[in-house]
Structures are given as structure tokens and as C-alpha cells.
């Protein structure tokens, strides 16, 4: 063995019998004692391309046509020419044969001749490159310095020379272990005391070797949830310590709980294709009969509460179309509806639908956080406090509100929160207290504070991502990089 000599870890598996994991391993333990040092280069395998397989067989074209023009006496009509070469190859080999200086074109009275001018050797280097390519490819470092130009050549002409990079890892023994004592190597060591060597007495003559706890190990990834599912846990955890239920409602909903129910007029531009998903089959659905007078009088003249409606003629066609449900307070008017009396405390963080083109900030298909409190003495401020002590838990601090408008609330108001890392705000959520056009029809009396908005935005912030689409992605690397404290860290729970 040629002593010092740099191995790729390739050579070196095959030499000692093991595999390239175990030489990666062993370099990485060496290196740490610095008895090797360990490079990465990049490695150019070159091989030939479909034209170069042509090329390798029949000769180069310009080596061709100085062929045809040598048998010819050294001067040949053009148009003959093409005929025996082909008009794809002529082309090539009078262009090639130009640029060598092979060849002079003569225009005469009778047409265009090529002549050969110079003396052209037997074998050139890029004609040698492809005579050694037919035996199959070749790392072009092993290849000689006029071949490596060449090739360089050769690789300037389409589909001629195929190239493929390689990383290699060498393993270069440093001087220290050329140095190093041989006779370390003839001491048995042994990582484990069995029963035979104690028996035997043989474990007084061993060397028993140290474990390096430092010493790297391929990396194992242990379970953990989606970083989205972990955003979902962790918002949960927020409203259940803030005493909360959560509720969950069907996807596909009645345009009555999405819209009606919540005095959106039946002309409101949300209702649009463009906005909505209406289901095409079934296309109806059945409403709750005892909401349907009070809701279509809330619409059409405001009945009992008070308000003069939205004055239009109510349809209940339209009330029974059948939608993927665009906000979750789609669930939360279901529910209300059914729990009349205080106290009332829900929340939900469930899917919704908006047709909406998808880009960086936009999806399809997300989710929204919402949450509602009805009780006989609940007021607005007590709605900015709860929203800020939730979002408090999710560690933003500094969150404050601006008037808003939504048709089912009133007040209305926006909730944004200050990003620190980012010198932005962020939108965060819609909020305000539910109208007497909503809460009456549905037979509540009392004050609904209530409150919804995405939950994707937010976790683009806590991830420190920007674009919304990586959380469907599934890109194992940037799921597996995520310590799966990251998140609990980054809200300060941590
Ligand atoms: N539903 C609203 C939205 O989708 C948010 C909202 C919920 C606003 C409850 C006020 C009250 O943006």
C-alpha cells in the first residue's frame, strides 16, 4: 500500500471490506483526534452524449470530410461534398474544418470548392478523448492535460460529452498518524465485558475503549406533529385554561347558518362565486323551520329587534343553498342557537373554504380560530381584555384594536399585534359584539361578545416563514429541522 496517499471514502470501504457508513463514521472519529483530515471536492465524471456515441463510431464530421477531400486529391465541389457527408454533418464539418483552418472555401464561376490547406495529424486529442470514451466514462481529473482541454472542447459542441458532478469525500492521513505507534493496533480493544473474558481471566489483558459521548451519529428524527397541528394544540391549551369548550361543526354548511343567520343580506357580495363554494349536488339542504320566519322578519323589516332590517325580499331558495362554510362562526350561530341561556363559553379552531387563487398569502383551504362568550353582564371592554389575555398566551404582547365592520357585529373592531422580530403588525383577528338582527331570531337575550380570524397568518409569524403554502407542503427537511420545542419556546412558555 502506497503509504500517505489521500483515499476517497469509496476506496476505502472497498479496501478494508466495509461500507462507505462505517468508513464515514471511523474518518470522523479519526479526524476528531486529528490523525486524518477529511475534503470535499467535487468530482467530474465525463462520458459520452448521444452525439459523441455517433461521433466515437464514424470519426468526427470534420475528420470526415478531410477524408473525402484527401481521396478526392484535396479539392472537392461543396454540393458533392454534402452529398457524401449528409446535410447535417456537412454543416458541421465545414464549420469545424474552417474554424481548425483545415479547409479554404473557393467560389468560382462553376460553383463553391473545398480545399484542403493544412496537414492534418492522425489522431487529435479530442479524437483520442472519444476512442478512450468508448470504453465507458472517466473522471476527468485521472485524464491527461491535453485530453482535460480536449474535453473542454468537445464539451462546447451539443449533446457531444455527457457530464455528471459527483462530491467525493477524501480521507487524507495526516502526519500524526503516520507517525502514531503501530503497536497501539496489536493491543485488543473490546467495548464490552462478556462473560467469557471474565471467566477466562482474559479482561486483565484487554484494553477496554473509552466511549466518546461527542462523537457524531447519523441523526434520528423522532416522532412529532405537524408544525400546524402543534399551533392548533397549542391554541387549544390557551382557551381551555381560559375556561372555554370547543365545539365543531359540519364543513358543508347552509348558506342560512353561513349568511341568513347572521344578517348578511342575500345580495352581500361574499355570497359571490367568486368567494364561496356552493355545492352542486345536493344543491339544497333543509333549514331549521322554527328560525325561518324570525330570521326572513330580521331581514326584511327587522321584526322585534328593534333594527328596520335590511329592506329586501327575503328568499329561502337562497338560504337553502348548500357551501363549504367560509368562516367558522358559521358553527358558532349553530350552536348559539341551541344554547339560548348563560353562561355560554365555546371556541373552535377548525377548517373553512374561500375560492380563493392560491399564492404565498392565500389559500384555498385553511383554518380559523373563533371563539364566543354570552353572558347576562359581558360587555365590549370585556372582549378586548379576553383577546388580549389569548393572545398573550401565544406571546403577543402588544396587541391593539381598530374599528372595523362586520354585518353581524357592533361594535366592530380589528385586533392586530405587534411582531418584534419583524417591525410589523400583523392582522389577527375580527371582532365585536353580536347584533339584536342576530341574537333575537335566534332566541338569545343576552349580550354575545364574539371573535374569529385565520390561523395560518399567525402561524407564518410564529414559524418565521413566509410563504403560506410551506404548512401543505410536507417538506420533511424543514419539518424534521423544527425542534419540536420550537414552537412552545418561541410563544415564551419555554
Ligand atoms: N367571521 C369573521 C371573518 O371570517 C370574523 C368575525 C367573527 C368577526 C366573529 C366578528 C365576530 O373574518
Redesign the pocket.
Given at each position: 500500500m502506497d503509504q500517505g496517499r489521500p483515499l476517497s471514502f469509496e476506496e476505502a470501504a472497498r479496501i478494508i471490506g466495509r461500507d462507505v457508513g462505517a468508513v464515514a463514521k471511523a474518518a470522523l472519529w479519526l479526524s476528531s483526534k486529528n490523525l486524518v483530515s477529511v475534503e470535499e471536492i467535487e468530482e467530474k465524471l465525463i462520458g459520452l452524449g448521444e452525439e459523441g456515441r455517433v461521433y466515437a463510431e464514424s470519426g468526427l464530421p470534420e475528420r470526415r470530410l478531410v477524408e473525402e477531400l484527401r481521396s478526392a486529391g484535396g479539392r472537392m465541389r461543396l454540393s458533392d461534398l454534402k452529398e457524401k457527408l449528409g446535410e447535417k454533418e456537412f454543416g458541421i464539418a465545414v464549420s469545424w474544418a474552417r474554424r481548425k483552418g483545415w479547409i479554404e472555401i473557393e467560389r468560382t464561376s462553376e460553383g463553391a470548392y473545398a480545399k484542403l490547406i493544412a496537414d492534418v495529424g492522425e489522431e487529435l486529442p479530442e479524437e483520442r478523448v472519444l476512442r478512450i470514451l468508448r470504453g465507458g466514462a472517466r473522471k476527468l481529473s485521472e485524464l491527461p492535460e491535453d485530453l482535460r482541454e480536449a474535453c473542454t472542447a468537445l464539451s462546447s459542441r451539443p449533446n457531444v460529452l455527457e457530464v455528471k458532478v459527483r462530491r467525493v469525500h477524501l480521507l487524507k492521513p495526516r502526519e500524526e498518524l503516520m507517525r502514531l505507534d503501530r503497536s497501539i493496533l496489536e493491543v485488543a480493544e473490546v467495548t464490552r465485558l462478556t462473560q467469557e473474558l471474565l471467566a477466562s481471566g482474559e479482561w486483565r489483558k484487554v484494553k477496554l475503549s473509552k466511549f466518546d459521548i461527542y462523537a457524531p451519529t447519523p441523526p434520528t428524527f423522532s416522532a412529532k406533529g405537524h408544525p400546524l397541528r402543534e399551533l392548533i394544540k397549542l391554541v387549544r391549551e390557551a382557551f381551555v385554561e381560559m375556561g372555554f369548550e370547543e365545539i365543531r361543526g359540519p364543513l358543508v354548511e347552509l348558506a342560512f347558518w353561513n349568511f341568513d343567520a347572521l344578517f348578511q343580506p342575500q345580495d352581500h357580495p361574499a355570497r359571490e362565486m367568486h368567494d364561496t363554494f356552493y355545492l352542486a349536488e345536493p344543491e339544497l339542504g333543509d333549514l331549521p323551520k322554527h328560525l325561518v320566519e324570525p330570521v326572513k322578519r330580521a331581514h326584511e323589516d327587522g321584526g322585534d329587534t328593534g333594527s328596520i332590517g335590511w329592506r329586501y325580499r327575503w328568499r329561502e331558495e337562497e338560504a337553502r343553498r348548500l357551501l363549504l362554510r367560509?368562516?367558522?362562526?358559521a358553527t358558532?350561530i349553530r350552536w348559539l342557537a341551541d344554547h339560548r341561556e348563560p353562561p355560554v363559553k365555546v371556541f373552535s379552531v377548525d377548517r373553512?373554504y374561500r375560492n380563493e387563487r392560491v399564492d404565498w398569502k392565500h389559500l384555498a383551504e385553511f383554518h380559523?380560530i373563533?371563539g364566543?362568550v354570552m353572558g347576562e353582564k359581558v360587555s365590549f371592554r370585556d372582549l378586548l381584555g379576553l383577546i388580549k389575555e389569548f393572545y398573550a398566551k401565544l406571546g403577543l404582547k402588544n396587541v391593539r384594536f381598530r374599528p372595523s365592520y362586520?354585518p353581524?357585529?357592533e361594535p366592530?373592531a380589528e385586533a392586530i399585534a405587534y411582531l418584534e422580530d419583524k417591525k410589523t403588525w400583523l392582522e389577527l383577528?375580527?371582532?365585536?359584539v353580536?347584533r339584536p338582527e342576530v341574537t333575537r331570531p335566534m332566541g338569545v337575550k343576552h349580550r354575545v361578545l364574539?371573535?374569529?380570524?385565520g390561523l395560518e397568518r399567525l402561524a407564518l409569524a410564529l414559524y418565521d416563514l413566509d410563504d403560506i403554502r410551506t404548512f401543505y407542503m410536507n417538506d420533511l427537511n424543514w419539518i424534521r429541522g423544527l425542534p419540536s420545542i420550537y414552537l412552545r419556546r418561541k410563544v415564551g412558555l419555554l
Amino acid at each position: 500500500m502506497d503509504q500517505g496517499r489521500p483515499l476517497s471514502f469509496e476506496e476505502a470501504a472497498r479496501i478494508i471490506g466495509r461500507d462507505v457508513g462505517a468508513v464515514a463514521k471511523a474518518a470522523l472519529w479519526l479526524s476528531s483526534k486529528n490523525l486524518v483530515s477529511v475534503e470535499e471536492i467535487e468530482e467530474k465524471l465525463i462520458g459520452l452524449g448521444e452525439e459523441g456515441r455517433v461521433y466515437a463510431e464514424s470519426g468526427l464530421p470534420e475528420r470526415r470530410l478531410v477524408e473525402e477531400l484527401r481521396s478526392a486529391g484535396g479539392r472537392m465541389r461543396l454540393s458533392d461534398l454534402k452529398e457524401k457527408l449528409g446535410e447535417k454533418e456537412f454543416g458541421i464539418a465545414v464549420s469545424w474544418a474552417r474554424r481548425k483552418g483545415w479547409i479554404e472555401i473557393e467560389r468560382t464561376s462553376e460553383g463553391a470548392y473545398a480545399k484542403l490547406i493544412a496537414d492534418v495529424g492522425e489522431e487529435l486529442p479530442e479524437e483520442r478523448v472519444l476512442r478512450i470514451l468508448r470504453g465507458g466514462a472517466r473522471k476527468l481529473s485521472e485524464l491527461p492535460e491535453d485530453l482535460r482541454e480536449a474535453c473542454t472542447a468537445l464539451s462546447s459542441r451539443p449533446n457531444v460529452l455527457e457530464v455528471k458532478v459527483r462530491r467525493v469525500h477524501l480521507l487524507k492521513p495526516r502526519e500524526e498518524l503516520m507517525r502514531l505507534d503501530r503497536s497501539i493496533l496489536e493491543v485488543a480493544e473490546v467495548t464490552r465485558l462478556t462473560q467469557e473474558l471474565l471467566a477466562s481471566g482474559e479482561w486483565r489483558k484487554v484494553k477496554l475503549s473509552k466511549f466518546d459521548i461527542y462523537a457524531p451519529t447519523p441523526p434520528t428524527f423522532s416522532a412529532k406533529g405537524h408544525p400546524l397541528r402543534e399551533l392548533i394544540k397549542l391554541v387549544r391549551e390557551a382557551f381551555v385554561e381560559m375556561g372555554f369548550e370547543e365545539i365543531r361543526g359540519p364543513l358543508v354548511e347552509l348558506a342560512f347558518w353561513n349568511f341568513d343567520a347572521l344578517f348578511q343580506p342575500q345580495d352581500h357580495p361574499a355570497r359571490e362565486m367568486h368567494d364561496t363554494f356552493y355545492l352542486a349536488e345536493p344543491e339544497l339542504g333543509d333549514l331549521p323551520k322554527h328560525l325561518v320566519e324570525p330570521v326572513k322578519r330580521a331581514h326584511e323589516d327587522g321584526g322585534d329587534t328593534g333594527s328596520i332590517g335590511w329592506r329586501y325580499r327575503w328568499r329561502e331558495e337562497e338560504a337553502r343553498r348548500l357551501l363549504l362554510r367560509t368562516h367558522t362562526t358559521a358553527t358558532t350561530i349553530r350552536w348559539l342557537a341551541d344554547h339560548r341561556e348563560p353562561p355560554v363559553k365555546v371556541f373552535s379552531v377548525d377548517r373553512i373554504y374561500r375560492n380563493e387563487r392560491v399564492d404565498w398569502k392565500h389559500l384555498a383551504e385553511f383554518h380559523q380560530i373563533e371563539g364566543i362568550v354570552m353572558g347576562e353582564k359581558v360587555s365590549f371592554r370585556d372582549l378586548l381584555g379576553l383577546i388580549k389575555e389569548f393572545y398573550a398566551k401565544l406571546g403577543l404582547k402588544n396587541v391593539r384594536f381598530r374599528p372595523s365592520y362586520f354585518p353581524y357585529t357592533e361594535p366592530s373592531a380589528e385586533a392586530i399585534a405587534y411582531l418584534e422580530d419583524k417591525k410589523t403588525w400583523l392582522e389577527l383577528i375580527g371582532m365585536g359584539v353580536f347584533r339584536p338582527e342576530v341574537t333575537r331570531p335566534m332566541g338569545v337575550k343576552h349580550r354575545v361578545l364574539a371573535w374569529g380570524g385565520g390561523l395560518e397568518r399567525l402561524a407564518l409569524a410564529l414559524y418565521d416563514l413566509d410563504d403560506i403554502r410551506t404548512f401543505y407542503m410536507n417538506d420533511l427537511n424543514w419539518i424534521r429541522g423544527l425542534p419540536s420545542i420550537y414552537l412552545r419556546r418561541k410563544v415564551g412558555l419555554l
